[in-house]
């Protein structure tokens, strides 16, 4: 609240705050108040939905997959295709002279097109760089996936938190498709799956916006 020197103008703005967060809870809000309480009082009127732990655990959930799945694709695939003896064969002595320290395993730092990758087959260097792909994709998107679902979830829980299961499928199916030996052929359905999935809650999430926008000043 605001105090102020004249004890009447403090009763007058106590009252008309009051009165408004009164008018918050019957009707919604029809009174306004002067200042930054207007943004307060108006903003009582919005409620969390009670189903909102959905969305946030679908959120948490695409979050928890983008991070392993880092570790168990393209992890996977440097430990096959990066291994010890193809390493200390084409490099060991090279890097050991130039740098001074033993070669790094994994193949660390090439991300699949580098220096390392020049000595590897046509096949090897196929299925290392889907595998990176796989992840690097989930990388790109994830940023806007996750905030689009939890925004969107503020009005439309159950649509947001189903099309965040959706695009969860739709990961594991792009992986897998991936993963195969058509390559980028086969991620095709899982794909089209995730991103029409994004799209419905990039929809939603803008219509959150609009609804959002009654509760601020005018």
């Not at 655990?57 to 996977?76: D, H, L, N, R, T």
């Not at 990066?82 to 490099?91: D, R, T, Y």
């Not at 890097?95 to 990758?117: A, F, Q, R, V």
């Not at 992840?135 to 790109?140: F, M, P, T």
Request: proline content about 3%; overall charge positive.
């Amino acid at each position: 609240f605001f105090f102020f020197n004249d004890t009447a103008t403090t009763e007058i703005y106590t009252e008309q705050i009051v009165g408004s967060v009164r008018c918050v809870q019957e009707t919604g809000y029809q009174r306004r108040v002067h200042g930054d309480i207007n943004i307060f009082v108006k903003m009582a009127g919005y409620q969390i939905p009670s189903k909102y732990g959905y969305v946030v655990i679908s959120s948490a959930a695409i979050a928890a997959q983008c991070y392993f799945i880092g570790f168990v694709v393209p992890m996977k695939a440097r430990g096959k295709y990066f291994n010890k003896e193809f390493l200390e064969q084409n490099f060991g002595e090279t890097h050991t002279k130039e740098i001074g320290h033993k070669l790094p395993g994994m193949g660390y730092p090439d991300m699949g097109s580098g220096k390392y990758s020049e000595k590897l087959s046509y096949k090897d260097w196929f299925y290392l760089n889907n595998a990176m792909r796989c992840h690097y994709n989930y990388i790109e998107q994830v940023g806007v996936v996750i905030p689009v679902t939890l925004g969107a979830g503020l009005f439309f829980a159950v649509p947001a938190s189903t099309l965040a299961l959706g695009y969860f499928i739709g990961r594991i199916l792009y992986t897998y498709g991936y993963m195969s030996e058509a390559g980028a052929d086969k991620r095709e359905i899982g794909a089209v799956m995730l991103n029409l999935s994004l799209i419905g809650n990039i929809g939603l999430c803008l219509a959150s916006g609009v609804k959002l926008l009654r509760y601020l000043p005018k």
